[in-house]
Protein backbone atom coordinates (compact mmCIF):
# COMPACT_ATOMS: atom_id res chain seq x y z
CA UNK A 1 0.00 0.00 0.00
CA UNK A 2 1.13 3.50 -1.00
CA UNK A 3 0.98 5.98 1.44
CA UNK A 4 -0.20 9.13 0.48
CA UNK A 5 2.01 12.39 0.71
CA UNK A 6 1.32 14.13 3.87
CA UNK A 7 2.65 17.51 2.47
CA UNK A 8 -0.23 17.39 0.06
CA UNK A 9 -2.85 17.42 2.41
CA UNK A 10 -1.38 19.50 4.59
CA UNK A 11 -0.41 21.59 1.99
CA UNK A 12 -4.10 22.93 1.66
CA UNK A 13 -5.08 22.87 4.94
CA UNK A 14 -2.10 25.58 6.47
CA UNK A 15 -1.68 29.38 6.83
CA UNK A 16 -4.03 31.65 4.64
CA UNK A 17 -5.66 29.28 2.60
CA UNK A 18 -7.34 27.56 5.77
CA UNK A 19 -8.00 30.24 7.58
CA UNK A 20 -10.10 31.20 4.38
CA UNK A 21 -11.67 27.74 4.29
CA UNK A 22 -12.70 28.23 7.80
CA UNK A 23 -14.39 31.37 6.77
CA UNK A 24 -16.27 30.25 4.14
CA UNK A 25 -17.79 27.44 5.83
CA UNK A 26 -18.66 29.77 8.20
CA UNK A 27 -20.32 32.13 5.65
CA UNK A 28 -22.26 29.47 4.63
CA UNK A 29 -23.86 28.09 7.41
CA UNK A 30 -24.81 32.02 8.52
CA UNK A 31 -26.57 31.80 4.74
CA UNK A 32 -28.29 28.35 5.96
CA UNK A 33 -29.27 29.99 9.35
CA UNK A 34 -30.80 32.69 7.55
CA UNK A 35 -32.60 30.97 4.72
CA UNK A 36 -34.18 28.75 7.37
CA UNK A 37 -36.10 32.10 8.77
CA UNK A 38 -39.87 32.10 8.93
CA UNK A 39 -42.21 35.39 9.22
CA UNK A 40 -45.88 36.62 8.64
CA UNK A 41 -47.13 39.30 6.80
CA UNK A 42 -50.36 41.02 7.68
CA UNK A 43 -51.99 43.14 4.94
CA UNK A 44 -54.73 45.29 5.76
CA UNK A 45 -56.75 46.71 8.75
CA UNK A 46 -59.50 45.91 10.24
CA UNK A 47 -61.72 48.41 8.82
CA UNK A 48 -65.31 46.61 7.73
CA UNK A 49 -66.47 43.16 8.86
CA UNK A 50 -68.62 42.16 5.42
CA UNK A 51 -69.86 39.17 4.59
CA UNK A 52 -67.70 36.91 2.77
CA UNK A 53 -65.60 36.42 0.53
CA UNK A 54 -66.32 33.31 1.58
CA UNK A 55 -69.96 33.45 0.93
CA UNK A 56 -72.47 30.73 0.91
CA UNK A 57 -75.26 31.99 -1.66
CA UNK B 1 -52.87 42.55 -3.01
CA UNK B 2 -50.05 44.89 -3.60
CA UNK B 3 -46.29 43.87 -3.24
CA UNK B 4 -45.81 47.43 -1.06
CA UNK B 5 -48.63 46.14 1.17
CA UNK B 6 -46.72 42.72 1.43
CA UNK B 7 -43.35 43.90 1.97
CA UNK B 8 -41.60 39.82 1.46
CA UNK B 9 -40.36 38.08 -0.45
CA UNK B 10 -40.09 34.06 0.22
CA UNK B 11 -41.80 30.90 -0.03
CA UNK B 12 -45.71 30.79 1.20
CA UNK B 13 -46.33 28.56 3.16
CA UNK B 14 -49.91 29.31 4.67
CA UNK B 15 -52.65 31.86 3.88
CA UNK B 16 -55.04 33.33 6.51
CA UNK B 17 -58.23 35.08 6.40
CA UNK B 18 -59.45 37.27 9.42
CA UNK B 19 -63.17 36.40 10.57
CA UNK B 20 -64.85 39.59 12.26
CA UNK B 21 -67.52 36.99 13.52
CA UNK B 22 -68.33 33.61 14.60
CA UNK B 23 -69.16 31.07 11.79
CA UNK B 24 -70.48 27.29 12.12
CA UNK B 25 -70.00 24.92 9.71
CA UNK B 26 -69.61 27.10 6.37
CA UNK B 27 -69.02 24.19 3.71
CA UNK B 28 -68.34 24.56 0.24
CA UNK B 29 -67.84 21.58 -1.79
CA UNK B 30 -64.39 21.37 -4.45
CA UNK B 31 -62.63 24.09 -2.87
CA UNK B 32 -59.74 25.67 -4.17
CA UNK B 33 -57.14 28.37 -3.29
CA UNK B 34 -54.57 29.66 -5.92
CA UNK B 35 -52.09 32.05 -5.94
CA UNK B 36 -50.64 34.22 -8.99
CA UNK B 37 -48.31 36.96 -9.59
CA UNK B 38 -49.85 39.89 -11.64
CA UNK B 39 -48.04 42.87 -12.97
CA UNK B 40 -51.58 44.77 -12.66
CA UNK B 41 -52.58 47.18 -9.24
CA UNK B 42 -55.99 46.30 -9.92
CA UNK B 43 -58.07 43.96 -11.42
CA UNK B 44 -60.66 44.23 -14.12
CA UNK B 45 -63.37 41.82 -14.65
CA UNK B 46 -61.65 39.12 -16.67
CA UNK B 47 -60.37 36.52 -14.46
CA UNK B 48 -57.93 35.31 -16.90
CA UNK B 49 -56.88 39.13 -17.45
CA UNK B 50 -56.08 39.32 -13.80
CA UNK B 51 -52.98 37.22 -14.20
CA UNK B 52 -51.19 39.33 -16.31
CA UNK B 53 -49.95 36.47 -18.47
CA UNK B 54 -48.81 34.99 -15.55
CA UNK B 55 -49.74 30.90 -14.48
CA UNK B 56 -51.88 30.38 -11.14
CA UNK B 57 -50.63 27.82 -8.33
CA UNK B 58 -53.09 25.55 -6.60
CA UNK B 59 -51.93 25.70 -3.00
CA UNK B 60 -55.18 24.52 -1.19
CA UNK B 61 -57.88 21.93 -2.85
CA UNK B 62 -61.17 20.33 -0.58
CA UNK B 63 -64.00 18.36 -1.88
CA UNK B 64 -65.50 19.70 1.11
CA UNK B 65 -64.28 22.64 3.06
CA UNK B 66 -65.61 23.21 6.53
CA UNK B 67 -65.04 26.55 7.78
CA UNK B 68 -66.03 27.12 11.86
CA UNK B 69 -64.73 30.30 13.73
CA UNK B 70 -66.23 31.60 17.16
CA UNK B 71 -65.04 35.15 16.46
CA UNK B 72 -62.40 37.68 15.73
CA UNK B 73 -59.85 35.55 14.77
CA UNK B 74 -57.39 34.11 12.00
CA UNK B 75 -58.54 30.63 10.05
CA UNK B 76 -56.63 29.55 7.01
CA UNK B 77 -54.80 27.03 5.09
CA UNK B 78 -51.69 25.27 4.77
CA UNK B 79 -50.30 25.53 1.47
CA UNK B 80 -49.90 22.14 -0.59
CA UNK B 81 -47.30 23.34 -2.20
CA UNK B 82 -44.68 26.42 -0.87
CA UNK B 83 -45.77 29.08 -3.14
CA UNK B 84 -42.46 31.13 -4.55
CA UNK B 85 -43.08 34.73 -4.41
CA UNK B 86 -40.72 37.09 -5.66
CA UNK B 87 -41.60 40.39 -3.61
CA UNK B 88 -41.59 42.57 -6.85
CA UNK B 89 -45.21 41.63 -8.52
CA UNK B 90 -48.37 42.33 -6.80
CA UNK B 91 -50.11 39.06 -5.80
CA UNK B 92 -53.74 37.44 -6.27
CA UNK B 93 -55.54 35.33 -3.96
CA UNK B 94 -58.48 33.88 -5.21
CA UNK B 95 -61.08 31.05 -4.12
CA UNK B 96 -63.61 28.72 -5.89
CA UNK B 97 -66.11 26.03 -5.17
CA UNK B 98 -68.97 24.47 -7.39
CA UNK B 99 -71.55 24.32 -4.18
CA UNK B 100 -72.16 25.43 -0.60
CA UNK B 101 -74.68 25.26 2.18
CA UNK B 102 -75.52 28.92 2.33
CA UNK B 103 -73.21 30.04 5.31
CA UNK B 104 -71.22 32.69 5.35
CA UNK B 105 -67.53 33.46 7.30
CA UNK B 106 -67.84 37.06 7.98
CA UNK B 107 -64.50 38.37 7.73
CA UNK B 108 -62.52 41.46 8.06
CA UNK B 109 -61.65 43.63 4.68
CA UNK B 110 -60.35 47.28 4.01
CA UNK B 111 -61.35 49.88 1.78
CA UNK B 112 -59.64 50.07 -1.58
CA UNK B 113 -61.23 53.27 -3.16
CA UNK B 114 -61.21 53.84 -6.08
CA UNK B 115 -59.31 51.28 -6.81
CA UNK B 116 -60.46 47.79 -7.75
CA UNK B 117 -59.22 44.88 -5.79
CA UNK B 118 -61.82 42.61 -5.75
CA UNK B 119 -63.75 40.73 -8.37
CA UNK B 120 -66.33 38.25 -7.62
CA UNK B 121 -69.21 36.07 -9.47
CA UNK B 122 -71.65 33.56 -8.37
CA UNK B 123 -71.01 31.43 -11.14
CA UNK B 124 -68.27 28.56 -10.90
CA UNK B 125 -67.59 28.34 -14.57
CA UNK B 126 -67.63 32.51 -15.09
CA UNK B 127 -65.13 34.29 -17.06
CA UNK B 128 -66.40 37.96 -15.74
CA UNK B 129 -66.94 38.66 -12.56
CA UNK B 130 -68.13 42.10 -10.79
CA UNK B 131 -65.70 44.27 -9.06
CA UNK B 132 -65.46 45.99 -5.63
CA UNK B 133 -63.24 48.36 -4.12
CA UNK B 134 -62.39 46.46 -0.92
CA UNK B 135 -59.77 43.93 0.09
CA UNK B 136 -59.78 41.08 2.34
CA UNK B 137 -57.25 41.06 5.31
CA UNK B 138 -55.11 38.72 4.95
CA UNK B 139 -51.97 36.91 6.52
CA UNK B 140 -49.37 34.98 4.70
CA UNK B 141 -46.72 33.19 6.34
CA UNK B 142 -43.51 32.27 5.08
CA UNK B 143 -40.34 31.14 4.33
CA UNK B 144 -37.35 33.44 3.60
CA UNK B 145 -36.12 33.23 -0.13
CA UNK B 146 -33.10 31.23 -0.55
CA UNK B 147 -29.97 32.79 -1.40
CA UNK B 148 -29.42 32.39 -5.27
CA UNK B 149 -26.25 30.54 -6.41
CA UNK B 150 -25.31 33.22 -8.10
CA UNK B 151 -24.80 34.86 -4.42
CA UNK B 152 -23.21 32.31 -3.12
CA UNK B 153 -20.86 32.24 -5.69
CA UNK B 154 -19.58 35.43 -5.33
CA UNK B 155 -18.98 34.28 -1.83
CA UNK B 156 -17.01 31.48 -2.99
CA UNK B 157 -14.87 33.66 -4.84
CA UNK B 158 -13.90 36.02 -2.25
CA UNK B 159 -12.53 33.09 -0.65
CA UNK B 160 -10.25 31.92 -3.81
Same mark, same amino acid.
Given at each position: ?44 ? +????? +? ?6 | ?8 ? &? ?5 ? !? ?8 ? &?????? /? ?24 ? /? ?6 ? /? ?5 ? !?? &? ?30 ? !? ?16 ? @? ?27 ? /?? @????
Amino acid at each position: MTARPVRNIMGTLTGRRYVMRVALVLTVMLVAVGAAQAGTAIVGA +KESPQ +KGPWCGT | MLAGELKFA &GDVTRVD !WNASAAATGA &GFGDAE /ITLCETPLSEVTTSFVGNYGGNTPAL /IYSNSWLV /ITTTGDQ !WF &GFDCAKPFAYGGSKNLIVEMRWRRDNETTVPS !WHFDTKPAFRNCAVGTYA @AEQGKLGTWCSRHRFTYTAAAVSPTSLGR /IR @ALFR
